[in-house]
């Protein structure tokens, strides 16, 4: 009988201790439980639409940086040929410049491995004498011999059949700088899905002056791939690099200069050019396009691209304006937002406000779509992880409680049976002998 009542002490204080312990906690639990898919509801709610415009906001801000970093490159190579104005007219002066002067491009060798190599800045440096001779000419590394030298007074003289460079230099006064267009020949559509890739420079050129009055020109001939390479490896909706993007996603990015022409572009053939005797390749209208695409002739002036969207020439005037922003437009079937960026870099070719052109970071709505329902989807995984992580500890709680009340509830029932001393427990058949022998 004295087991019986131990029993039921012991099991009495273990479930008010069970109770005491299990039930604030289960309580605790389902009020986390049920703010955590509160939480994760409203950010599954929100995620496509707050993702959206942060980061459409954050593309914008990639878009002005990488206009404010070429308007630096451009101004650095403005100083360079500055430099090279006062260094000894010789060809090792000269070669020793054109040496030094390196940046790290990204190559693909000929096995197809892609590496990122030093290659020179300027594919040409030379010294020219005021009737427009070449005196001094570095080309690619090497001295280029007497026999090379060409007179470069008139256009048809020059590497691209039509430059003006040493006429534009010699009206200039001294520390003014001519910067040209960017100057190429044309890559049609065909020889772009072969492989060949626009090729081309941008002439810096500043005249020398001796006690005459005007000795000659200096050029500094940048390589095409320097400039093009802040966007050919842009995709905007990511933050790492690739070696060429692909158009065809609708995502990447793509610079544009102060007449509206593009100047880099993931397909080449959009990139402005020049015909084998030096005109240019006429770009795309609403008259031209057919034959021109036919042709596999496709130079892009935004300018002109009205008849495409609207939207396309109204971003064109916001840029030339000087100004940043974000806007809609359709191109090639797709439904388009771009961010674009002027490139503050100034110059008598580039006068203000537009500057030196703008960059633009093109995002095909439906992938950026795509990635704001990845993201709900990560948070909802996020959110499941967390549940699944508190019922397990709900249990594990239990179980080391219920096993903690256990011990509890038995050293307690010890304690109260050991202050009853052994004997003090009178059997009821005593106690009525006694009351019968009275």
Known sequence: MAETKKDKQFFSIGRIFFLLIVIPLSLMAFLIANGIFKVGDTARERATTVLDLKSQEEIKIRAINTAEEVANFLRERENDVLVASILPGTEAAYKAF?????RNLWVKDRDGKIQKVAAPLYSEMSLIDRSGNEIVRIANGAVAGKNQLKNVAAPAGTTYKSEDYFSKAVGLGKGEVYVSHVTGWYVTKQEFEKGKRFSGLVRYATPIFDKGGLSGVVVLSLDYRHLAAFTDHVIPTQADYVYEADASTGNYAYMVDNKGFIISHPNDYHIAGLNPDGTAVQPLTKDTAETLTKEGKEVLNLNQLGFMDAGLAEVAKEAAAGKAGIKNYKFAGHEKFVAYAPIKFYS???????GFGWIGMGVDIAKFQEMATATAEKINQEVKGWTSTIVIIIIASVILLFGISALLARGISRSLE?????????PKDDLYDDEEDK
């Open 98 to 102: 054109v040496d030094q002067k390196k």
């Open 348 to 354: 008598k070719t580039y006068p203000e406000p537009a």
């Open 418 to 426: 050991a202050e009853v001393p052994a004997g003090a427990e009178t």
